[in-house]
């Protein structure tokens, strides 16, 4: 579909719920945050919904290998995704505490499986369940007209309860003066069915064209109604990629890169991508003028507007062929229980790598049927999910490279941690990021480290801070590197690591020190220091930036073996 922004078009359903989760979100309130977050009532929600018990590991690992088993898709079978639509934003800008968001998820989980274990007719026919931190999938014998209106009926029944629960509760404040998807906590979860894990996902996805605002529910989306639309997007988004490639200026600034497949046929590279994932809107005016500054500054070229619109439509339809996220089990993360601070890890540039590859599959797919589309993009998608396995194993090799127990690391989809055993100096965090830094793979994490402990009166910072220091740790960072673009080459930003450690203060102040390795030069410190300098936390200040050059580099761990001892020299550590 269509939709209007201004005089414009953007093409893709997602796009519609982007602006509509966008357009009018005000910027992350971490006052109003805080006070909801130390009710009283809130810290019973969370110890209430803490965990999640009715699905275990080995429910998730039925799932999977029934999933692989019908990836083409069987017509009598009916497969069933409810995915949380605006995870990201509840995180980000509305919640801003893991563990509060996942207490609001696992509540939803609660309702939604109470009610499905309760139904005797979808108990006889369910084959498996499925659940992670964003989706519940579930896998039924048949596909019928009774099976689908049970699911329907609980699926209704646990947003209007889900609803009730959220707008009654202390959580309903942060909600206020947004709009959209936002304000109505019964549409935060959008369905599909198919007849495969990933034809549910599709319809998933298509479901965010069905919501409307102060709707009070939004029905799943199936497959089947969409699968003429999908095959004219395949061809359409073909098109769009071939009219893209004729520009040679796209190509060599970057926007466009070679297909892992076919190098001879061009994609979307990662930057571009993150670019489009991060730029947000009201109208189309504001919009194109984002977009011309963010291409401008990361890669020198003056954007038209047709070609704005183009890269664009080419984005948000191949975004909408993104395959869903599996994972064996939920790993609840110790934070709360760590003693000497934390180690965050996130897989920075995972989503636009995902997409990379999902575009690389579908530049193959326009002759092909929408099952076969279906399926190569989960075939680029399984790639991209190797890498970030390598990515892993690299991080927990350099972790017992440290000396460090890697029992202690903790992995959840693309969100990691590690618990130190003692208290990190800031020697010893210079030297993990160093170590970090001459590896390809694991010079793109990004790493945060927030204390156990305020540093003024060394009173214990309780678990639901830590989780918003992990967020505004790894917001700074976001900040400080997007700061780099036009100020610095992005090659050079790409032979770089820069890590956060934030230091609080219990009067609600802190500090900023800055942490950098890899193939630095005379320039960076003051580079990085400017960047860092706006990009700070409101009531915290820069401290110390440092830069530890390293142009070494180690053997990258082979994707598919287990993790080999590493050898590294460091050299010498220069500080502010």
């Known amino acids: 579909m269509f939709l209007a922004i201004g005089h414009q078009e953007v093409h893709s359903a997602s796009s519609k719920l982007e602006c509509l989760i966008q357009s009018t979100q005000r910027a992350f309130r971490e006052d109003d945050a805080k006070q909801v977050l130390q009710k009283t009532e809130v810290q019973n929600f969370r110890q209430r919904y803490r965990s999640f018990q009715r699905v275990k590991p080995e429910d998730n690992k039925k799932y999977l290998k029934l999933m692989k088993n019908d990836q083409q898709g069987q017509p009598d079978r009916l497969f069933f995704e409810n995915e949380n639509a605006i995870l990201k934003e509840l995180n980000d800008s509305i919640i801003g505490d893991k563990d509060g968001v996942n207490a609001i998820a696992n509540a939803y989980r609660e309702i939604f499986f109470s009610k499905l274990d309760a139904n005797a007719h979808l108990q006889k026919e369910l084959l498996a369940k499925y659940v992670d931190y964003k989706s519940i999938r579930l896998i039924f014998n048949r596909s019928t007209p009774k099976t689908e209106k049970e699911l329907l009926k609980i699926y209704r029944e646990t947003a209007a309860e889900f609803e009730q629960l959220i707008t009654q509760s202390p959580f309903a404040k942060l909600l206020e003066g947004r709009r959209g998807i936002a304000v109505s906590p019964s549409s935060w979860h959008l369905a599909g069915t198919g007849n495969s894990a990933d034809q549910a996902g599709l319809g998933a996805r298509s479901a965010r064209s069905r919501f409307k605002p102060n709707s009070s529910f939004t029905r799943p989306q199936a497959f089947a109604t969409i699968s003429e639309k999908l095959e004219r997007d395949t061809k359409t988004i073909e098109k769009l990629r071939v009219d893209l490639e004729k520009n040679v200026a796209l190509k060599r600034s970057g926007i466009l890169t070679p297909a892992l497949s076919n190098p001879n046929r061009y994609i979307l590279s990662e930057d571009s991508i993150e670019i489009l994932r991060k730029v947000k809107a009201s109208n189309w005016d504001e919009y194109v003028s984002s977009l011309k500054i963010k291409f401008k500054k990361r890669f020198g070229v003056e954007l038209r507007e047709l070609e704005v619109k183009n890269i664009r439509d080419y984005y948000s339809l191949a975004d909408s062929f993104s395959p869903g996220i599996f994972t064996d089990s939920l790993v609840n993360m110790p934070i709360k229980s760590a003693q000497f601070g934390i180690v965050s890890v996130d897989f920075a540039g995972q989503g636009a790598r995902n997409l990379n590859l999902v575009m690389d599959g579908l530049q193959t797919a326009a002759d092909k049927s929408v099952q076969e589309v279906v399926a190569l993009t989960r075939q680029g998608y399984e790639r991209s999910t190797t890498i970030m396995n390598g990515m892993k194993r690299q991080f927990q090799a350099t972790v017992a490279n440290q000396r460090y127990p890697s029992k202690q690391i903790y ?59 992990i967020i505004l740790a790894e917001e700074t960072e976001k900040q400080t590197k997007s700061a780099l673009d036009g100020i610095m080459a992005r090659q050079k930003q790409k032979e770089i690591m820069i890590a956060v450690d934030i230091v609080p203060r219990s009067t609600g102040k802190g500090t900023v020190n800055i942490i950098v390795s890899g193939n630095t030069d005379a320039r960076t410190r003051a580079i990085v220091e400017e960047a860092a300098k706006t990009s700070l936390p ?12 390293n142009t070494t580099r180690t053997m990258l761990i082979p994707l598919r073996r287990p993790p080999l001892p590493l050898t590294i020299q460091l050299p010498q550590l220069a500080m502010n």
Do not use: C, M, W
């Open 411 to 469: 992995f959840s989809g693309d969100d990691g941690i590690f618990i130190p055993p003692h208290l990190l100096t800031i020697e010893e965090k210079v030297s993990l990021i160093s170590d970090l830094a001459k590896s390809d793979q694991t010079r793109r994490l990004r790493v945060t480290f927030v204390p156990s402990n305020y540093a003024d009166t060394g009173a214990p910072i309780f678990g639901d801070h830590r989780s918003s220091l």
């Open 538 to 549: 409101n009531s915290y200040q820069l401290g110390k930036v440092i830069v530890k050059p």
